[in-house]
């Protein structure tokens, strides 16, 4: 039962240019969080989706990043007109339920880097 | 070694010590608390959780404590091994919620 998957695993963009950033859940998890985590720093919650739904985007700043799980396919985060300050770790998680005691699966991350 | 979470990012132990990593959390109102561990260039991986309605629970080599009146929780680490240098997160949930909120992480380095 394969884990978490995010692709790619290293992506650098120069400024201005898009990134996407895609999360396949573990096999029958319909949550999917995204976070970001900055160097030496903890990991920043930015996004929580159900399948075609997206059910807290209380972390995401208000422009230039969205985000979407569809019912076919992964998650993807998109980041349009990249500046140097996006260039972090962003780590996807998968859960097969809502709920206070339910664990959550991280990916391996994708690390953004903008030049 | 014991560390004093934010205040002590870094703590060094001998390999077959044992490890304390504290963690201070702020919410009163959270319920339910995980460890994470995070090896350099990989995910976070759970390694242990526990309840608010519980002070202490136990995994294999690792325990952790909660502390409800001062909003402490604590992870030991018995007889530390190399494999266990990390960098550890304590994350908390409160009810209703449902996003596990991560505190900054306190770097474990085991010296053989």
Known sequence: NAGVMQNPRHLVRRRGQEARLRCSPMKGHSHVYWYRQLPEEGLKFMVYLQKENIIDESGMPKERFSAEFPKEGPSILRIQQVVRGDSAAYFCASSLRQGVNTEAFFGQGTRLTVV | ?112
Request: charged share 15%; net charge neutral.
């Open chain 2, 1 to 112: 070694g014991e560390s004093v979470g934010l205040h002590l990012p870094t703590l060094s132990v001998q390999e077959g010590d044992n490890s304390i990593i504290n963690c201070a959390y702020s919410n009163s109102a959270s319920d339910y608390f995980i460890w994470y561990k995070q090896e350099s260039g990989k995910g976070p991986q759970f390694i242990i959780d526990i309840r608010s309605n519980m002070d202490k629970r136990q995994g294999q080599r690792v325990t952790v404590l909660l502390n409800k009146t001062v909003k402490h929780l604590s992870l030991q680490i018995a007889a530390t091994q190399p494999g266990d240098s990390a960098v550890y997160f304590c994350a908390e949930k409160t009810g209703g919620s449902y996003i596990p909120t991560f505190g900054r992480g306190t770097s474990l380095i085991v010296h053989p």
